[in-house]
T-cell receptor, first 113, second 112 residues
Framework: RKEVEQDPGPFNVPEGATVAFNCTYS??????FFWYRQDCRKEPKLLMS???SGNEDGRFTAQLNRASQYISLLIRDSKLSDSATYLC??????????????FGQGTILTVHP | DAGVTQSPTHLIKTRGQQVTLRCSPK?????VSWYQQALGQGPQFIFQ???????QRGNFPDRFSGHQFPNYSSELNVNALLLGDSALYLC???????????FGQGTRLTVV
């Protein structure tokens, strides 16, 4: 089983749509969770951290369910500029593991007019 | 404030050759990690450097080695290149006791 699993998509949605991405992770002791965004042929950029209580940043909402080892990202009112690959990222347990990130395969999103 | 910078941006090498990639971390960051990203895949962790020592290593052969300098910059060396080493190599820096990492623009390596 992969450490971090995502549906690779692609997801094709019209502008203004709401889209949700899901991700599962295998190590129940994982301690930090993130969503990164990667544009074509560019580096991954931190979109948001994911907290147990759930967190929101504008049109983006992230949720974490530790019991189910499940992470989600909801994008509301999709914009053309949201087209990218969204990477689910987990930081494994261990005091020296900061900065060692395990990535999912990525979910491709295309927002069309 | 300069972010993470990597050089070169593109590189073409022949099978069997050796390559060195370079990374300067974001200001205030002392930890550098290297990742390999094959086409259509998420980045895979190669290793991490902290205080000039390799602190952690992923599932990569000994052909992959690295170094960190006193100014926190880092190099990734790959010996005996294989066609399968063709990928985007990403450097990420992070600050003490913080999990999130910030990436450079990457070096696209092609092995022919």
């Amino acid at each position: 089983r992969k450490e971090v699993e995502q549906d690779p998509g692609p997801f094709n949605v019209p502008e203004g749509a709401t889209v949700a991405f899901n991700c599962t992770y295998s190590n129940s002791a994982s301690q930090s969770f993130f969503w990164y965004r990667q544009d074509c042929r560019k580096e991954p950029k931190l979109l948001m951290s994911v907290y147990s209580s759930g967190n929101e940043d504008g049109r983006f909402t992230a949720q974490l369910n530790r019991a189910s080892q499940y992470i989600s990202l909801l994008i509301r009112d999709s914009k053309l500029s949201d087209s990218a690959t969204y990477l689910c990222v987990v930081n494994p347990p261990g005091g020296t593991s900061y900065g060692k990130l395990t990535f999912g395969q990525g979910t491709i999103l295309t927002v069309h007019p | 404030d300069a972010g993470v910078t990597q050089s070169p941006t593109h590189l073409i090498k022949t099978r069997g050759q050796q390559v060195t990639l370079r990374c300067s971390p974001k200001s205030g960051h002392d930890t550098v990690s290297w990742y390999q990203q094959a086409l259509g895949q998420g980045p895979q962790f190669i290793f991490q450097y902290y205080e000039e020592e390799e602190r952690q290593r992923g599932n990569f052969p000994d052909r992959f080695s690295g170094h960190q300098f006193p100014n926190y910059s880092s190099e990734l060396n790959v010996n005996a290149l294989l066609l399968g080493d063709s990928a985007l190599y990403l450097c990420a820096s992070s600050s003490p006791a913080k999990a999130e990492a910030f990436f450079g623009q990457g070096t696209r390596l092609t092995v022919v």
